[in-house]
Structures are given as C-alpha cells and as structure tokens.
C-alpha cells in the first residue's frame, strides 16, 4: 500500500527554484533515506508532506487512515511544563480516558451517595466504554512505551523533572524527538535525528526503528546510521530526485555505475549528433552546388530528428565541494601531550579522576563516551581553557594547536568574512577572496556579517583560517556537525593527508572508522585505551562484555550451588529428634500448602462465577474484586513458601 505519494513536485521561493521534479513514493513499512547538499530543499520536502507548505505544481497524496508525525521545529509550551509534560503531550488523549475512568472509579467507591440501579447501570456501561477505549489506544502499554524511550534515549529522573523553557536548544531537540517516536505513528518524518545524541542512543535509535513497524523518511548526514536504518536513498540533487533500492553503501557503487552509464550515453549521443549535423551542412552544401530541393529535404528532415531526439544530460561527475589543502607545518617532538593523574570536578562531584594518557606525534585518536562523561572538557583542559583539580597536562615540544570547538564562535561577530580571513591570516583582499572561494564562500558571500552565518557557514569558515595556519596539532570537537556528506567526505580526504597529530570527538561511526588509529574511552570517570577504530573499538567490547557474563553466570551457579548446600548443611547439622522432627515436619508442611493451594483455587474460581452473575451490581462488583484480590495475594504467598520448601 502507498502511503506517500509526490509527483513532479516544483517548488520556487522568489525567483530562487528549490525543487523542479521532485517524485517519491512510500510504501507501508519502508524506510527511506533523504540525501543530498545542504540547502538543496530536503526539509522543504518534508513540509510539503507534513502539509506545513504547499507546493507549486505537481501532486500530493497522503493516505487519510495514515498518521504522519513530524516537527520540523521546537514548539513553543506553557513555561510551566516539564520535559515529562512535554512527553505526556504524546499520550494526551489516553491519558483523558484515564482520568474519566478514575473519576468513574471514584464514584464506585463512594457510598454516600444513594445510587440508583439505572444510574449504576448507566456508569457500568460508561466505564466499560471508557476501558475499552484505553485498551484500543494502548493505554495498558503507554508507561512501559515512556519508559523505555527515555531509557533508550538517556532521558534520566533529574532530567524529566527539569522545565522545558530551561533546556539547551540541543537538549530541547533530544525531547521533540522522544515525543515523536512516542506518538502513535504511521510515517515519521525525521530531520537528523541523530543530532545531539551520543552514541549509544544513536545505536538505540537504531534498534528502535528497526522494530518500528510503520514507514518513515530520515533526511540524515550521517552514513553509518542511514547503513543500519533505511532500505532505499533517495538523492536530491540540482532540485530534482533519484531513487536507489538500497542502503547508503549500495547507493555510493550505485550512484557511481549510473554516472558513468550516463556519461557513456552522453559521449554516444554527442558523437551521433556531431556526425548528423556534418550530414546535414554536406547536403545543404550539395543542394547548393546542384540545386536540387531534395537536399534541402534531406537535411531539413535531418535536424527535426535531432530536435525530437531525447537528450541526455550531461552528468556531474565531479560536484562543487569546498577544497581543504593541508598547509606546510614543521613537525612537533615525538610525544605531543601527556596526561598524568588528571582530576576534573564540578560542586564537588569528580567528573574523571586519575586520567593517564600519552597521544604521539601522527597518531589519530579518538575521544568516545556518553553524553556528559567529560569529553569536551578534557579538550579544554589540554589546551589550558580550564584548570585541572588534580594532575598535569604536559604538552610536548614545537606543539602548534589549531582547536575547532563543538560550537564555533567568533570575538568579534560583526565583522565580515573576508575582513575575519584579512585580519586573521594578514593577506591582502584578493588572497582571502581566493582563499574563501575554496571554501565555496563566492561573489557577495565574502561580505556576509559573521553573526549571520548558519552553522555549516560558520564551521566552513574556522576550517578555512586552520588549514592556513602553522598547525601540526589539530584538536576537533565534532568536527562534522552541521557539515553534509560532500564536505565530510572533503573533510576526511584532508586529515588522511594531514601530517601531524589528530585528537578528535565524534560521535560520527562513519568518520571514526576512517580516521582512527587509536580509540580512547571515557566512562565512568576512567579513560581507556583501546586500538583500531570504531569497528575495532566495538570488538573488543563485546569480547570484554562477553567474558564479564560468562563470569557473572559461573559465580551466580557457584553461589546458588553453595546456598543449596549450606542449606543441606544446616539441616544436616541437626540430629536425633530434632533432625527427625524437621524431616516430618517438612512433609505435613508440604502437604498443608498444597490443601491450602487447592482450597483457594476453588475459593478464587467461585469469585469469579459470582461476578459473572451480577455484571449490573456496581457495589457487588467492587466488594468481590477486592476479595479477590486478596486471595490471590495470598495464592502467591503459598506458592512462594512450596517453592522455597522444596528447594
């Protein structure tokens, strides 16, 4: 079944064409992977599909019994609400349902009030209405659902008890999406979910839309995740779309074989027209020499073929991308930065104790661990922004750093681009302009205010004063945010050829497995080394988890082996009467739980005959259940002590 449907879809802002022809189609259950450059009009068309904005020309079908759920921005709440009213917002109209069926339920138990049977049977019938209701929009399994989403996505106590209106713009992302996955959905349209997430939720959110059982479309940079999520790529490109049967991977080779496909149709096209138009200039030129009309004919007719012929376009084999080229830089000593008992706190809680570490000249290492465990400030108290409590940072000798900070700022936001390149780097107008068009910063783009860049422009910018500076000591933290998959796939090309050291934080997969040599893991205020990339990383963590089962397992056999034998033991060590008097006793025990267990089974299955009787009489109803209740308590607590009795 089509669930989505977009065909030929044009869309223009001012004289400023996004999308020329577009189409898309999704089918119940698919995922679908949103690609392509930054600005190209992804977002765009996941508004046109929320019905957010119309489109120009073209045709938009969504299936009417189908739910979408999307935000594309962070909506505005009341400022009393806390993240977790944020969340019940996705659970408004059961959590309706079941405020009427305990305002029902607390009539029931009144009784002050002299009910009548009518109206005793019209609440019955009300409350009955009400519970199937909750039952139908999952209100038995709606905690369950909040608790493991905000489990999954690292959603802690604290957290949910904090007020929205407080939140970081990050942490307020982290939220909208939970609410999103908490919506009972059809379709999810997801604009980079994984922003702001660590890895681990990431790899959550992975499992998660893996079991989710409706369709979604991910506009998302990052490859690894777009590999273990999506079943097809949809490329958008020069405002028009391209469909791939695949995961990222398969679209890279796939992508690759049809331009060159094209680009062999291309040549062949060309070379048959070129040989066509040479027919037609010697017929004309015949008919000239022989004046004879029928040349003229011949080539006439000739050049409506090459008018109807279906042209070719084409292809961009090589697109538009920004150009890093690594500058000359003398190299650094040997050992670049040590760490020796390195202590960091904060009011008092440590945030890492006893850090040792030692990173060496051309290593590429990676920095990995959750949210918060200390990785940015770990940066920052090797480069000497903050102060350690305990310990020493030792940088080596002829270390020049370049750091590229998570939140790329400026001092001096008003200047322009081209006067923060001239000051900066002490060139002359024509170098920076020269030096910012690598960059892709063209024309008037080098007279933009630095406060007005967007976060790609702003990343683009720092990269561009780096990579001419005397550098051999880069220290990135996230280093591809906000860049889309051209620039990374730039991005990367230029640090395998960077000759110097690479200290990096990513929660990138894709960009760790290619750039790391070495992995080093802060968790639980510990930092661990670990060799290879992330693939590498990965491993051994799984061998290690592994092993720590295996073990767990052996002791908890071990340990309940001994608890059984003391408990023989203990018996044992009893004699004469008494060790015969233990031995009867435990059997007429034995015997009593297992007359009592069939005694209340019995009791139990009269209850419920009796309420099937009288379905009308509220009163009656109440008072039974609560008698059942209690003996299945007590049914458990009988079936507890036979099974410690006989273990």
Same mark, same amino acid.
């Given at each position: 079944?089509?669930?989505?449907?977009?065909?030929?879809?044009?869309?223009?802002?001012?004289?400023?064409?996004?999308?020329?022809?577009?189409?898309?189609?999704?089918?119940?259950?698919?995922?679908?992977?949103?690609?392509?450059?930054?600005?190209?009009?992804?977002?765009?068309?996941?508004?046109?599909?929320?019905?957010?904005?119309?489109?120009?020309?073209?045709?938009?079908?969504?299936?009417?019994?189908?739910?979408?759920?999307?935000?594309?921005?962070?909506?505005?709440?009341?400022?009393? $609400?806390?993240?977790?009213?944020?969340?019940?917002?996705?659970?408004?109209?059961?959590?309706?349902?079941?405020?009427?069926?305990?305002?029902?339920?607390?009539?029931?138990?009144?009784?002050?009030?002299?009910?009548?049977?009518?109206?005793?049977?019209?609440?019955?019938?009300?409350?009955?209405?009400?519970?199937?209701?909750?039952?139908?929009?999952?209100?038995?399994?709606?905690?369950?659902?909040?608790?493991?989403?905000?489990?999954?996505?690292?959603?802690?106590?604290?957290f949910l008890r904090r007020y929205f209106r407080h939140l970081s713009s990050g942490e307020k992302s982290i939220v909208v999406l939970a609410k999103i996955l908490l919506e009972?959905?059809?379709?999810?349209?997801?604009?980079?979910?994984?922003?702001?997430?660590?890895i681990e939720a990431i790899e959550w959110l992975e499992s998660y839309l893996g079991d989710f059982p409706g369709g979604a479309i991910i506009v998302s940079h990052d490859r690894?995740?777009?590999? %273990?999520?999506?079943?097809?790529?949809?490329?958008?490109?020069?405002?028009?779309?391209?469909?791939?049967?695949?995961?990222?991977?398969?679209?890279?080779?796939?992508?690759?074989?049809?331009?060159?496909?094209?680009?062999?149709?291309?040549?062949?096209?060309?070379?048959?027209?070129?040989?066509?138009?040479?027919?037609?200039?010697?017929?004309?030129e015949w008919g000239r020499r022989s004046d004879d009309p029928r040349m003229f004919r011949k080539a006439a007719n000739m050049e409506k073929r090459i008018e109807r012929m279906?042209?070719?376009?084409?292809?961009?084999?090589?697109?538009?991308?920004?150009?890093?080229?690594?500058?000359?830089?003398?190299?650094?000593?040997?050992?670049?930065?040590?760490?020796?008992?390195?202590?960091?706190?904060?009011?008092?809680?440590?945030?890492?104790?006893?850090?040792?570490?030692?990173?060496?000249?051309?290593?590429?290492?990676?920095?990995?661990?959750?949210?918060?465990?200390?990785?940015?400030?770990?940066?920052?108290?090797?480069?000497?922004?903050?102060?350690?409590?305990?310990?020493?940072?030792?940088?080596?000798?002829?270390?020049?750093?370049?750091?590229?900070?998570?939140?790329?700022?400026?001092?001096?936001?008003?200047?322009?681009?081209?006067?923060?390149?001239?000051?900066?780097?002490?060139?002359?107008?024509?170098?920076?302009?020269?030096?910012?068009?690598?960059?892709?910063?063209?024309?008037?783009?080098?007279?933009?205010?630095?406060?007005?860049?967007?976060?790609?422009?702003?990343?683009?910018?720092?990269?561009?004063?780096?990579?001419?500076?005397?550098?051999?000591?880069?220290?990135?933290?996230?280093?591809?945010?906000?860049?889309?998959?051209?620039?990374?796939?730039?991005?990367?090309?230029?640090?395998?050829?960077?000759?110097?050291?690479?200290?990096?934080?990513?929660?990138?997969?894709?960009?760790?497995?290619?750039?790391?040599?070495?992995?080093?893991?802060?968790?639980?205020?510990?930092?661990?080394? $670990?060799?290879?990339?992330?693939?590498?990383?990965?491993?051994?963590?799984?061998?290690?988890?592994?092993?720590?089962?295996?073990?767990?397992?052996?002791?908890? %056999?071990?340990?309940?082996?001994?608890?059984?034998?003391?408990?023989?033991?203990?018996?044992?060590?009893?004699?004469? %009467?008494?060790?015969?008097?233990?031995?009867?006793?435990?059997?007429?025990?034995?015997?009593?739980?297992?007359?009592?267990?069939?005694?209340?089974?019995?009791?139990?299955?009269?209850?419920?005959?009796?309420?099937?009787?009288?379905?009308?009489? $509220?009163?009656?109803?109440?008072?039974?259940? %609560?008698?059942?209740?209690?003996?299945?308590?007590?049914?458990?607590?009988?079936?507890?002590?036979?099974?410690?009795?006989?273990?």
């Open positions: 079944m089509i669930d989505i449907s977009l065909k030929q879809m044009k869309k223009s802002y001012a004289a400023d064409i996004v999308l020329r022809d577009v189409n898309l189609e999704v089918h119940s259950g698919e995922k679908i992977g949103l690609i392509g450059p930054n600005g190209s009009g992804k977002t765009t068309i996941l508004k046109i599909i929320a019905g957010k904005t119309d489109c120009d020309e073209g045709s938009r079908f969504v299936h009417r019994d189908k739910k979408i759920g999307y935000l594309d921005q962070i909506p505005a709440f009341p400022e009393s $609400y806390t993240v977790t009213d944020v969340l019940n917002g996705a659970f408004a109209p059961v959590i309706e349902v079941k405020r009427k069926m305990r305002a029902l339920e607390d009539t029931f138990e009144d009784r002050s009030e002299n009910h009548g049977h009518a109206d005793a049977d019209r609440r019955m019938a009300a409350y009955g209405k009400l519970q199937v209701e909750f039952e139908r929009q999952g209100g038995y399994e709606y905690e369950t659902k909040l608790e493991k989403i905000c489990t999954g996505l690292k959603l802690m106590p604290d009972s959905c059809d379709v999810m349209l997801l604009d980079e979910p994984t922003n702001h997430l660590d690894y995740f777009l590999d %273990k999520t999506v079943h097809h790529i949809l490329e958008l490109e020069g405002g028009r779309t391209e469909a791939y049967h695949g995961n990222y991977t398969y679209f890279v080779k796939e992508r690759e074989r049809r331009l060159f496909a094209q680009f062999e149709q291309y040549k062949n096209q060309e070379k048959k027209i070129k040989a066509m138009e040479a027919a037609i200039k010697r017929f004309r279906e042209k070719v376009d084409k292809p961009v084999l090589e697109r538009r991308r920004i150009k890093l080229n690594a500058a000359n830089s003398r190299r650094s000593g040997t050992d670049v930065v040590s760490l020796e008992r390195l202590a960091k706190r904060f009011d008092g809680t440590a945030l890492f104790e006893d850090l040792n570490g030692l990173i060496r000249y051309r290593e590429h290492v990676a920095v990995l661990g959750r949210n918060g465990s200390g990785k940015s400030t770990l940066l920052k108290l090797m480069l000497g922004q903050l102060e350690s409590d305990e310990g020493t940072v030792r940088m080596g000798s002829q270390v020049r750093v370049g750091y590229l900070e998570q939140e790329v700022s400026f001092p001096d936001p008003q200047r322009t681009i081209i006067d923060e390149i001239r000051h900066v780097l002490e060139v002359d107008a024509g170098k920076a302009r020269a030096y910012l068009a690598k960059m892709l910063f063209l024309r008037d783009d080098a007279f933009k205010q630095i406060a007005n860049l967007s976060g790609g422009e702003l990343v683009r910018l720092k990269w561009c004063l780096l990579m001419h500076q005397d550098i051999n000591f880069l220290v990135l933290d996230e280093p591809t945010n906000h860049l889309d998959i051209d620039s990374r796939e730039v991005l990367e090309e230029y640090l395998s050829e960077f000759a110097g050291t690479i200290l990096f934080v990513s929660h990138d997969r894709f960009f760790i497995n290619k750039m790391a040599d070495r992995v080093l893991h802060l968790a639980d205020k510990r930092l661990t080394n $670990y060799p290879g990339n992330y693939d590498d990383f990965k491993e051994t963590r799984s061998r290690i988890d592994q092993r720590a089962g295996d073990e767990r397992g052996a002791q908890k %056999k071990q340990s309940d082996g001994a608890l059984r034998q003391s408990r023989k033991s203990g018996l044992s060590r009893h004699t004469g %009467k008494r060790s015969q008097y233990v031995k009867s006793g435990s059997k007429n025990r034995k015997r009593k739980l297992e007359a009592d267990l069939d005694t209340l089974e019995s009791a139990i299955a009269e209850l419920e005959s009796e309420m099937a009787k009288h379905p009308s009489d $509220y009163q009656k109803q109440q008072d039974l259940h %609560k008698e059942q209740s209690k003996l299945h308590r007590r049914l458990d607590e009988l079936l507890e002590a036979l099974i410690e009795l006989e273990a």
